[in-house]
């Protein structure tokens, strides 16, 4: 037991756990097992279900049946298509924040009206985070409006030096702004999609080498690192069209710790990224009783087979990495141990009030 590692509970900021309406790839039972499987405690689902969080009605729904299937602590956004302002008052209080697609994704719930735009930034809550989906001079939109209307404003996945440097360029100017990278970002490029095909196709797209060295050697600016994870059924990933997304919760741990090995980050800044951040951005204390055991040193090879996550693959198959979860620890229970979980669907509980 002594050689076990102790690192606080990772807090993801931003998954799709496809619940409710596309349980096949993915719902909430199966994707928090697999949150606890890598190690992750806590996590934040986004509002983009086939039928989207764009009302109380639908939140209060999708609440309902989190709360009976999660088998980790959560938090869930509120989306908007901008006509909704109306639902805002409502739901404030129940969700951790409001997620606005500026750039076409899944779901397509684009925004592309900067009028509309304005007018969600104006009316939402100052002292709750926005979260957008934004790319390119999308960004330079965000950012004036938060600079016009003083929100607080999260821009996710970054992918490229351009955008990071636009957002560094916004916090010297000391405006509430944060952001936040995937590990597919950071451990990925464009010269991986020919051996990946379909299973490399992403929103934003994977980047150059160049850009995501530049990531790397720009850490200090990223607040957050947070997987994405958006699973999709094989066959759809095999298809002529594959939608954009891949999984994440069960790998970002073990990519960090192996880049911990490599010397091109320090545990520090695992923490930093996926703990004490999170938690300072959005407002919430994780209980210190809530922490992730692993063994540092153990090597293995990413396997499907050995994934908790419904679809059942991962673009990181076949590589081998360092720091295997052990146990897991949410407010002093044991929720999972050598890969077996120990608590039923519904103990996990939301983050707010």
């Not at 998954?15 to 349980?23: I, M, N, S």
């Not at 979260?131 to 490229?160: F, P, Q, S």
């Not at 954009?244 to 930093?272: F, H």
């Not at 996550?309 to 990495?321: D, Y």
Request: proline share 4%.
């Amino acid at each position: 037991m002594s050689k076990l590692l102790r690192l606080p509970g990772l807090i993801d900021i931003h998954v799709h756990l496809r619940d409710p309406g596309q349980t096949l790839k993915e719902d909430f039972f199966t994707g928090t097992s697999a949150a606890l499987a890598g190690g992750v405690t806590t996590v934040f689902d986004m509002p983009n279900n086939s039928e989207p969080i764009f009302s109380y009605n639908k939140l209060i729904e999708k609440m309902k049946i989190v709360s009976q299937k999660a088998v980790c602590d959560f938090g869930l956004y509120f989306g908007t298509d901008g006509r909704n302002i109306a639902e805002f008052s409502k739901v404030q209080k129940l969700v951790v924040g409001l997620k606005i697609y500026l750039n076409l994704t899944t779901g397509k719930y684009l925004v592309d009206d900067e009028k509309m735009v304005d007018k969600v930034f104006q009316a939402w809550q100052k002292d709750k985070m926005i979260v957008v989906h934004a790319e390119g001079d999308k960004i330079d939109l965000a950012i004036d409006l938060c600079r016009k209307y003083k929100n607080k404003l999260h821009i996710t996945h970054i992918a490229t030096r351009s955008d990071l440097e636009k957002i560094m360029d916004a916090k010297l100017l000391k405006l509430n702004i944060t952001c936040d990278v995937t590990p597919h970002h950071l451990f990925l490029t464009e010269k991986d999609l020919p051996y990946l095909d379909g299973f490399g196709v992403v929103k934003p797209s994977l980047a150059s080498q160049s850009d995501a060295d530049f990531l790397w050697d720009n850490l200090k600016y990223i607040d957050c690192i947070a997987t994405d994870h958006a699973p999709h059924t094989l066959e759809e990933k095999k298809s002529f069209d594959s939608p954009s997304g891949m999984p994440g919760l069960e790998t970002m741990l073990p990519l960090l710790m192996t880049a911990v090995k490599q010397k091109r980050l320090v545990l520090a800044d695992i923490i930093r990224l996926t703990n004490t951040n999170p938690q300072k951005i959005f407002g919430f204390k994780q209980d210190k009783e809530t922490y992730v055991e692993i063994d540092a040193y153990e090597e293995y090879e990413i396997k499907k087979e050995n994934l908790f996550t419904k679809c059942g693959w991962s673009s990181f198959q076949g590589r081998k990495v360092k720091g295997k979860v052990k146990n897991v620890f949410i407010r002093g229970t044991k929720v999972l141990s050598d890969g077996k979980l120990l608590v039923s669907p519904g103990f996990g509980q939301n983050i707010l009030p």
